[in-house]
């Protein structure tokens, strides 16, 4: 059996391999504007309020393995997701850090099963947005809205903006090649900030109809 320590360690190798595998296979042509593909897979972020609703008084979030944007992880934290056909979703996890409002991410698959239909948002927009129930070890919170499917959104650091002239909210069009499929995605939302490393986010739906995965590339047309 692998215990915790363990497990963590192995996490930490493979984070490090992965981000080796990033440096070398990131396009090398100065003129190509080539991103790193995450697939989201659904999750939720949590108020500290509602973190201690679910899993107790005092309770902190604890870092299971870093995310690839810097100061996000995954934390050792997953609740269950109640729609309102009382269909249930288990161990969806939780990332970190907290946030002031609670938002829960899901795909187009994810809420059909659930029995809802969340809009498509950027992150933060909870503006008639869909509720639902969570639930934890200790408690239960009925969250009135925020449940959203992200929109398709890039991280860029502000010397990539620049230098691909880009600006924080843009939209622009990206290309998706490998062997499988050729798929462009349009109106895929820019995020530009000093601590962010270029990454494109996709969901599963997304991930799964363009044949990629995390680790993957994409390039910037426009």
């Not at 059909?112 to 927009?125: A, K, M, T, W």
Request: glycine share 8%; hydrophobic share 35%.
């Amino acid at each position: 059996m692998v215990d915790d320590v363990e497990l963590r360690a192995i996490e930490e190798i493979v984070r490090r391999v992965m981000d080796r595998l990033v440096q070398e296979e990131q396009p090398s042509d100065p003129n190509r504007k080539g991103v790193r593909i995450g697939v989201s897979v659904r999750h939720l972020h949590l108020c500290q309020k509602d973190v201690e609703i679910l899993f107790g008084e005092g309770y902190k979030l604890e870092p299971r393995n870093e995310l690839y944007q810097k100061g996000e992880y995954a934390t050792t934290s997953a609740v269950t997701l109640v729609g309102p056909r009382m269909r249930c979703m288990d161990q969806v996890r939780v990332l970190g850090p907290t946030r002031d409002r609670t938002q829960v991410e899901v795909s187009r698959t994810d809420a059909i099963f659930l029995g809802i239909d969340p809009p498509v948002r950027p992150s933060g927009n909870h503006e008639e947005t869909n509720g639902i129930i969570v639930v934890g070890p200790v408690g239960v919170i009925h969250l009135k809205q925020g449940v959203i499917r992200a929109n398709r959104h890039m991280h860029i650091h502000t010397s990539d903006a620049q230098r691909w002239g880009l600006k924080d909210n843009d939209t622009v069009r990206v290309r998706i090649a490998n062997a499988h499929k050729n798929t462009v995605l349009e109106g895929v939302q820019v995020r530009v900030r000093d601590t962010f490393r270029a990454e494109m986010h996709v969901d599963t739906d997304d991930a799964n109809a363009c044949s990629v995965s995390t680790g993957d590339f994409a390039e910037i047309l426009d």
